[in-house]
C-alpha cells in the first residue's frame, strides 16, 4: 500500500526533455550539434567513471527503454572503474578496522571487498533494473543542460525524488528509495552480526541516496565542465 500511494503522480514536478513517439520506418532522426552529439557519446566522466545512464542533450526527442535496456545498464556495473574502487574502499575499511568481525590479513581485506562489492551490485540490480522494470520508471538522468546554476543544481537534487516514468510522466521516485532499502536488507545476509540491523540498513541508504545525489550533479554539469576545457586546450593550442 505504501508503495502504491508513492508512486501517484506528482503533479509540479517538472522534467526537461520530452517523450515523442518512435520514429516512423525510414525517417530520419533529427540533427544535432557536433559538441552534443559527442557528449551523448561520451559514457565515461574524465575517462574513467562509468556514465551510461545519462541522456546529456535535453533538446532531443527521448523514448522509452525497456526491461532488457534497464538491465543492460545494470550490466554496466562491471566495470574496471567498479571493480578497482570496491578495493580502494575494502582497503580503507580495513585500515580503519570497520567490518571488525571480519578480522585483518588477506580474509579479513576479501570479506570486506566481497562485502562492498555486493552492496554496490546490488544497490544497481534494485534501483536501476528491477523496482524501475516493475514500477515502469525510467533509470536514466535527463539533464536540463541549461539555465542558471542554482536552478540546475535544484533539479538534478530533484531527481532523487522525482521519477521520470516511461510515459513521460513524474512521480515519487520509488525506485530510488525501495531499491536501496531492499540492498540493504539483503546486506543483512552477510554483514557481521554486530553490524546488522534496521539503523545499519537506513544508514547504509542515507550514504548511497547521498552518493547518487553528487552523481547526478556531475551528471549535470559535467558536459560543461568538458566542453569548456576543450575550447581553452584548442584556443592554447591555436597560438603560435
Known amino acids: 500500500m505504501l508503495l502504491l500511494c508513492l508512486s501517484l503522480p506528482i503533479a509540479r514536478a517538472q522534467d526537461p526533455v520530452p517523450v515523442t513517439p518512435p520514429q516512423q520506418p525510414g525517417a530520419l532522426p533529427p540533427t544535432r550539434p557536433a559538441e552534443a552529439a559527442n557528449d551523448a557519446d561520451d559514457h565515461r566522466i574524465f575517462g574513467v567513471v562509468p556514465n551510461y545512464k545519462t541522456v546529456n542533450d535535453p533538446a532531443q526527442p527521448v523514448t522509452s527503454i525497456g526491461t532488457g535496456e534497464k538491465f543492460q545498464l545494470v550490466l554496466h556495473y562491471f566495470d574496471p572503474f567498479t571493480f578497482a574502487i570496491s578495493g580502494v574502499q575494502a582497503g580503507i575499511e580495513q585500515m580503519k578496522n570497520e567490518k571488525e568481525s571480519y578480522g585483518q590479513g588477506a580474509l579479513g581485506y576479501a570479506k570486506r571487498y566481497g562485502a562492498d562489492f ?29 539555465g542558471g546554476g542554482l536552478r540546475r543544481v535544484g533539479y538534478s537534487l530533484s531527481r532523487i525524488v522525482v521519477a521520470r516514468t516511461d510515459s513521460g510522466g513524474r512521480r515519487f521516485n520509488v525506485s530510488e528509495f525501495a531499491g536501496n532499502f531492499t540492498s540493504g536488507l539483503l546486506s543483512q545476509t552477510y554483514y557481521p552480526r554486530n553490524e546488522r540491523g534496521i539503523g545499519g540498513i537506513f544508514s547504509r541508504m542515507t550514504v548511497q541516496i547521498s552518493y547518487d545525489a553528487f552523481f ?22 591555436s597560438v603560435p
Open 118 to 146: 555486493t552492496d554496490a551490485f546490488t544497490n544497481e540490480l534494485f534501483v536501476v533494473g528491477v523496482f524501475p522494470s516493475l514500477l515502469h520508471e525510467d533509470p536514466r538522468y535527463f539533464r536540463m543542460g541549461q
Open 216 to 237: 547526478n550533479l556531475c551528471k549535470e554539469f559535467y558536459p560543461d565542465v568538458k566542453r569548456k576545457l576543450f575550447h581553452r586546450n584548442q584556443r592554447y593550442n
